[in-house]
């Protein structure tokens, strides 16, 4: 989650820092995206950078707010 919010901070420009709490009722106690065994077991390669992807969801995010 922190790369996450990383990511969302240098791709926005807005400084913050993010209110780290206790988990809630049935969140998992670890999660891990990686792609590698996609990319095993499937011959998939991703094709974009979190930053990247942060950036189109801004992007589209500032885009809606100006219509």
Same mark, same amino acid.
């Given at each position: 989650?922190?790369?996450?919010?990383?990511?969302?901070?240098?791709? =926005? #420009?807005? &400084?913050? =820092?993010?209110?780290? #709490? &206790?988990?809630?009722? #049935?969140?998992? &106690?670890?999660?891990?995206?990686?792609g590698? *065994? &996609? %990319?095993?077991? *499937?011959?998939?390669?991703m094709?974009?950078?979190l930053?990247?992807?942060? %950036?189109? %969801?801004?992007?589209?995010?500032? %885009?809606? *707010?100006? =219509?």
């Amino acid at each position: 989650m922190k790369q996450i919010m990383d990511a969302m901070a240098r791709v =926005t #420009g807005i &400084a913050f =820092t993010p209110e780290i #709490g &206790a988990r809630r009722p #049935g969140d998992p &106690a670890r999660i891990v995206a990686s792609g590698e *065994l &996609a %990319a095993r077991d *499937l011959d998939w390669r991703m094709r974009h950078t979190l930053d990247e992807m942060v %950036a189109s %969801a801004w992007a589209a995010r500032t %885009a809606s *707010l100006e =219509t």
